[in-house]
């Protein structure tokens, strides 16, 4: 198997089964479709991935001789080394500012959870740890909306202000407002992030009951104008029951306005249980995608490499067009 291929297999999975006593610093992420899970970031050549650590995982991961081999049944898929995160992922403080949210996706834990709001002296204290360890290469910030989209990009602006010191990149990741693009640009953002979680228009309102795609695709718009090529991105998560012809097709919507779209596999929480039918991708369904990603994105002059911030440098939760491919 090639790269592309063992990180497709094992996001496909998503999960692995080992001793955690190798795990060494972990953190357990606040927000997005992984929240409350612990999982652990894993190296090879110059691939990178995610895995939640479950034992009933068909992943094991082994200690051999200093490298961790990930085994599938009998089968040796591939060795490297595991990664210990600064906050949430290698190199970045990745924070979650707001770990609630009053609107309800269907494929995400975090309504379902007992979050806290972190304080901006919280969020300086972290940063300020992970700057010391001289491993800071960005600054990450997402949140829910536990009020309100206005009330959140005020603490995203208030902490992206506070945060210009450490003099590296600052990306950022919230439910837009009208406004909000012009705000974080001139609080120092250089980066930021909208998901439309789903470009099927019926299947978003089923999944995504409480938002509105038109607005964040207006603000997306808008944030291309202000931000510029190649920094503006959004989440696109598949195995929600959408059919490739209509990923395809909103993919290539996306890239037409400047969008750099970011494929996410959808996992099954389990505290959604009943309430939505998640199939998450084949790796086969992974690279026929991503594969496809890479020609829209290349046909329309964007690039999924050269972002700074957030997912795509981290590249542990997806395939990154242009650097697993």
């Known amino acids: ?20 006593a190798l795990l060494g610093k972990i953190t357990t992420p606040t927000a997005g479709p992984g929240a409350g899970r612990t999982a652990v970031f894993f190296r090879w050549d110059n691939h990178r991935v995610r895995l939640a650590v479950d034992d009933g995982s068909p992943l094991k991961g082994v200690a051999v001789n200093g490298d961790i081999v990930i085994y599938k049944g009998k089968n040796e898929l591939v060795r490297g080394k595991l990664e210990e995160e600064l906050i949430h ?16 996706c269907k494929f995400c834990p975090v309504p379902k959870l007992d979050g806290k709001i972190k304080s901006l002296d919280e969020i300086i204290r972290m940063v300020d740890e992970a700057n010391g360890s001289g491993e800071l290469t960005a600054i990450s910030l997402t949140s829910g909306v536990a009020g309100s989209p206005e009330e959140e990009v005020d603490r995203a602006v208030e902490a992206a202000k506070a945060l210009i010191k450490y003099n590296v990149p600052i990306g950022i990741s919230v439910y837009p407002t009208a406004d909000s693009s012009r705000q974080l ?21 089923k999944v995504c009951p409480d938002q509105s795609l038109d607005f964040i695709l207006e603000c997306l718009k808008d944030a291309v104008d202000i931000f510029g090529k190649n920094q503006v991105f959004s989440n696109f998560i598949v195995g929600l029951g959408e059919t490739d012809e209509t990923v395809e097709a909103g993919l290539d919507e996306l890239a037409s306005m400047g969008i ?18 998640i199939e998450r991708p084949t790796a086969q369904r992974l690279l026929k995608l991503n594969r496809i990603l890479r020609r829209i994105l290349d046909e329309h002059g964007l690039r999924a490499d050269v972002s700074t911030t957030m997912c795509l440098p981290c590249t542990g939760c997806d395939l990154n067009p242009h650097l697993d491919l």
Do not use: H, W
């Open 1 to 20: 198997m090639i790269n592309a291929e063992i990180k497709a297999e094992l996001l496909a999975i998503g999960a692995i089964d080992i001793d955690k």
């Open 89 to 104: 992922c290698p190199g970045q403080a990745y924070i979650t500012i707001s770990e609630q949210c009053v609107f309800d």
């Open 185 to 205: 640009k001139e609080a120092g953002a250089v980066e930021v992030k909208y998901n439309v979680e789903t470009m099927d228009r019926e299947l978003y309102k």
């Open 260 to 277: 750099v779209p970011i494929i996410r596999a959808a996992g099954m929480p389990s505290v959604r249980i009943g309430e939505i039918d």
